[in-house]
């Protein structure tokens, strides 16, 4: 129906009357561009970035559950495509930023818009899907979070968002993207790890200071393995979605992709510190340290469940099972070859055009989904991998959870997989459109292991 000057009239006014928490946020521009950075410590060069709005991680946003978001991507990358993807979130189809899947690439100088309505509360965060390899590894990476109308009785909230860099001597970023090692073995590992994009987080605290930390793997194959000591922690959500009952943990696993959110109590006294630390084979290396300093808060009692988010129903006697099996990389390799690009190809053929690793088969995306589900129908995926490196598996729009014999885990979006292990996930496909489902390690996804689902 075409918009007449009096039908517009009587919108604007009826938009006029809407309280004034209905209206959406204005528009915020996020522009991908060129940036630099002190990220090496103190002595050492600058380092050239690519930024959202300059910052590394890029500029945080920050909305309240309900909200619209409603974002401009502007392009100001120098010869290369791009576009947002919105990791964890349940929107609609044509807002999840897959180049050639939901949306055309975003040239240089071109913009995008995205607007879409935050029905989940959470720590989210977003990146480009193109040349993610690239993209992601000189930086493009922010925090989404999704305030939940009625935040949690803490003193302080936190975002940490853990990343590893490869950086040569002279704080450059290691243009050694794609590299054929990286891709068949365990993906990009860095030699440099942050914080915010600094060699670690310090805050004083009082004693018996409760905080909300979020923190937020986006490395692109680290997988870190967290320890405390001086502080007493709760895991309230995991990829965005509150746990039923806070979880009390002494260390968190965080694969590339995945969020964590704690409640933590400083138990440490005033003159010592409290610590999150991360277990490398180097040797374990502080994260964040908390100098405890001043007079007590009041003790609390233990965390109560964040509200949770409307999560769809699990029909597991009815679910169809839909085995993904994961091959190839290093060691085992493709022995049986693979279907590339609509063509059967032996390993060697594989190998010469860069990929190494397949689903069922299938080396990379192919004509057809991996699998397509009615709506609302429920799918497991027991999904084994057969390879001799962990994966990170991660499902666009629609949050899995794992299944135990009778039970399940928490509600995620990525979920690891060791090597020899099988991990049955299982979810509701209750978001239509057509949704990667990949490794977040870029470089084992650009080189096979990514695929596709269709939800109608
Ligand atoms: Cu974090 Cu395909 O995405
Ligand atoms: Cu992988």
New binding site residues.
Partial sequence: MPLTRRRFLAATTALAALPHTALAAPRKDLTAAPATRQLAPEGYAATDVWAFNGQVPGEMLRYTQGDTLDVRLVNALEAQDTTI?W?GLRLPNAMDGVPDLTQAPVAPGETFDYRFKLNDAGTFWY?P?TNSAEQVSRGMAGVLVVEEPEAPDVDDDRVLVLDDWRIAEDAVIHPSFGAWHDMSHAGRLGNYITVNATPEHRQTVRPGTRLRLRLVNTATARIFDLRFRGLKAWVVAHDAMPLDTPERVDRVTLGP?QRTDLIVDITAEAGDEAILASVEREGTFALATFPVAGTAQRTRPAPLPLPPNDMPQIDLENARAVPLLMEGGAMRGLPEGGTYEGKKMDMGALADAGQFWAFNGQVGMGDTPLLAASMGETIRVPITNNTAFPHAM?L?GMHFREVFGEGFGPWRDTILVAPGETREVVFNAHNPGDW?F?C?MPSHQMSGMMNWIRVS
């Fill in positions: 993807h990791h990146h899907h992709a991660h666009h990667m990949h977040h």
